[in-house]
């Protein structure tokens, strides 16, 4: 509907543009009225034009939502192909996403469910974080330290992979706890995308 809109507010622009320089070009003392009034309309078309990127944007955001599930404020989308991390982050980077960080206990939660509904209820899938730069300090996709942990503890003391295991997954048979693991691996992943 805004698409809509903005495609007729566009028209409606551009015929005001074509019909005003004919007659003020009649006279001579309008013609550097008309060279500012175009402006202007040059001005608000590049306004339609950004905020119909933005509608496009806004509307492939809400098609992922409506395949993956939205979880605070956050669509997620699960891929069940099985690659390594860097390959599942540059194909979620690529969507427009990054790889999944749940941020709180809730949101690790409801992504644990949603990854044993439709990836699987015995697999694991990457994370976005990992402790590649600096053995032990793990960080998102932006070097920022993570705060929120849901490492398992009570009967591995994860993680526990030294500088071999420097990427983390989400273990659904482990009740979502984080493990981890050598960024190597394959497994499968699921793409993170910030609502607008």
């Known amino acids: 509907m805004e698409v809509k809109r903005s495609r007729l ?3 409606v622009l551009f015929a005001a ?6 007659s003020a070009l009649k006279s001579g003392k309008k013609e550097s009225g008309n060279t500012a009034a175009i402006e202007e309309l040059k001005k608000q078309v590049e306004n339609i034009l950004l905020e ?3 509608l496009k944007e806004q509307q492939a955001l809400h098609t992922v939502c409506l395949k993956g599930t939205k979880i605070h404020g956050k669509c997620f989308l699960a891929d069940g192909v099985k690659k390594q991390y860097h390959a599942a982050s540059e194909d979620c980077i690529a969507k427009g996403g990054t790889l999944s960080i749940p941020r709180t206990g809730d949101e690790n939660d409801q992504l644990h469910d949603y990854v044993r509904q439709r ?3 015995e697999e694991q899938v990457w994370l976005g974080i990992n402790d590649i730069a600096s053995e032990g300090d793990w960080v998102d996709h932006a070097a920022v330290t993570v705060r929120y942990k849901n490492w398992e503890s009570e009967i591995t003391n994860q993680p526990d992979g030294g500088r071999v295991h420097n990427c983390a997954v989400l273990s659904t048979t482990a009740n979502g706890k984080w493990f981890d693991e050598n960024c190597r691996a394959e497994k499968a992943f699921v793409c993170e995308f910030n609502i607008i």
């Open 9 to 11: 507010l566009l028209c």
């Open 17 to 22: 543009h074509c019909a005003s320089p004919q």
């Open 52 to 54: 119909l990127s933005v």
């Open 119 to 121: 990836v699987g209820p």
